[in-house]
């Protein structure tokens, strides 16, 4: 017999294949249940309601995302490299986060990371402009929208699906990384 502890967890990693392939509205509670061979009555037991069930697993690939990269002042670009390979080793979780930007579901910070993590990556950006590792002009908010614009790229692509390894990935990731670098330099 499963504990607590184990049950939630099957929920949440059913909830997730179920959200990340139809959405909040399109996701089906009984589903959800019936993959991780639980009741409706303890799934809602633990969750509250669908909704609420979204927002953690929402919340919880925030999270991951935010955990995996973390800004070097001095290696900016491979910054984006490092957020390129998380889409492409995790794309569930960028259509987990997709979803709640479509479903209206705002966040007061990244869902899931500690509400620090973009004070110290605009602090990060702060510090690589100060020390001439990042054109100073930019605004770090708008810099690090758009580095994550470039990282996410291949993994939006609405064209032919790309690998998610091979030698077109690890071009892509360059080209990701050449992108930023350039983007970053200081203007001479």
């Known amino acids: 017999m499963r504990n607590s502890v184990e ?37 809602y037991a633990h969750f509250g309601d669908k909704e609420a069930l979204f927002r953690e697993v929402a919340a919880a690939d925030g999270a991951e995302l935010f955990r ?32 709640a930007r479509l479903e209206g579901i705002g966040f007061d ?12 990556t605009f602090a990060a950006i702060r510090t690589a402009q100060d020390s001439g590792h990042v054109d100073p002009t930019w605004d770090p908010e708008e810099l690090l ?7 996410m790229a291949w993994t939006h692509w ?18 990701a990384v050449e992108a930023a670098a350039r983007i970053i330099a200081s203007p001479r």
Request: proline fraction near 9%; glycine fraction near 6%; charged fraction near 25%.
């Open 68 to 99: 995996a990269v973390i800004l070097n002042p001095e290696a900016v670009p491979e910054f984006v490299g490092d957020l390129h390979d998380v889409a492409h080793r995790h794309p569930e979780h960028l259509r987990m986060l997709t979803w």
């Open 158 to 175: 609405p064209g032919p699906r790309p690998a998610l390894t091979g030698p077109a990935t690890a071009h892509h990731r360059h080209s």
């Open 109 to 120: 910070h990244p869902p899931g990371a500690d509400a620090t993590v973009p004070d110290q």
């Open 145 to 151: 929208v758009l580095l994550f614009g470039i990282a």
């Open 7 to 43: 049950l939630r967890r099957q929920i949440l990693r059913a909830a997730r294949a179920e959200f990340a392939a139809h959405g909040l509205a399109g996701a089906r509670v009984d589903r959800i249940a019936r993959a991780a061979k639980a009741s409706k009555e303890r799934l």
